[in-house]
Nanobody
């Protein structure tokens, strides 16, 4: 069955960096676009970034453009989200999603 397992979350100070990973299994990873979403406390889940199946096309929410980078390693069945210059408002649970399937999320807390 399809599984998406996120990792890499944690506590970081404002201005810091984190790299999230999402390990996929149960489907042909290289055939699907992948997305990162996030949900902050009391807010709706929102799309953060997306990447095409081959990795050549990416898109970002305006709030993270220039700070976050999505990438993928198809032989490793993994999609990444490099997050730089983190802000307090980036605090959220970050989820990996593809083709209707969601991971369980990883918590990112940005706080001094």
């Amino acid at each position: 069955q399809v599984q998406l397992v996120e990792s890499g979350g944690g506590l970081v100070q404002p201005g810091g960096s984190l790299r999230l990973s999402c390990l996929a299994s149960g489907f042909i990873f290289s055939g699907y676009a992948m997305n990162w979403y996030r949900q902050a406390p009391g807010k709706e889940r929102e799309l953060v970034a997306g990447i095409s199946s081959g990795g050549g096309i990416t898109n970002y929410a305006d709030s993270v453009k220039g700070r976050f980078t999505i990438s993928r390693d198809n032989p490793k069945n993994t999609v990444y989200l490099q997050m730089n210059r983190l802000k307090v408002e980036d605090t959220a649970v970050y989820y990996c999603k593809t083709n209707g399937y969601w991971g369980k999320g990883t918590l990112v807390t940005v706080s001094s």
